[in-house]
């Protein structure tokens, strides 16, 4: 991976940054980093885009998380253990 890869999703740049020593590397400038979700630090090793306002991330713990954004908010919609 770059530097950092870019996604729309609807109006809003998802940033998935490169994880070199930087845990919370899937964020959304001023508006949502994904330790809001998570509620520690962690590092998102996967994306995926699923329609114009929802995507999903995997951390490395094996957890991924399914994310809507409503309004200018990123809702968490599911968290599921991918072991």
Same mark, same amino acid.
């Given at each position: 991976?770059?530097?950092?890869?870019?996604?729309?999703?609807?109006?809003?740049?998802?940033?998935?940054?490169?994880?070199? &020593?930087?845990? #919370?590397?899937?964020?959304?400038?001023?508006v949502? +980093?994904?330790?809001?979700? /998570?509620?520690?630090?962690?590092?998102?090793?996967?994306?995926?885009?699923?329609?114009?306002?929802?995507?999903?991330? &995997?951390?490395? #713990?094996c957890?991924?998380?399914?994310?809507?954004? +409503?309004?200018?908010?990123? /809702?968490?919609?599911d968290?599921?253990?991918?072991?």
């Amino acid at each position: 991976m770059n530097n950092r890869t870019e996604y729309m999703i609807g109006n809003y740049k998802l940033i998935w940054a490169n994880p070199d &020593n930087n845990p #919370n590397n899937l964020y959304i400038e001023g508006v949502w +980093n994904m330790r809001d979700t /998570v509620g520690h630090d962690e590092w998102c090793v996967a994306v995926s885009l699923l329609a114009d306002d929802m995507f999903a991330f &995997n951390t490395f #713990n094996c957890i991924r998380y399914t994310m809507k954004i +409503n309004n200018g908010t990123v /809702v968490l919609i599911d968290k599921k253990i991918t072991k």
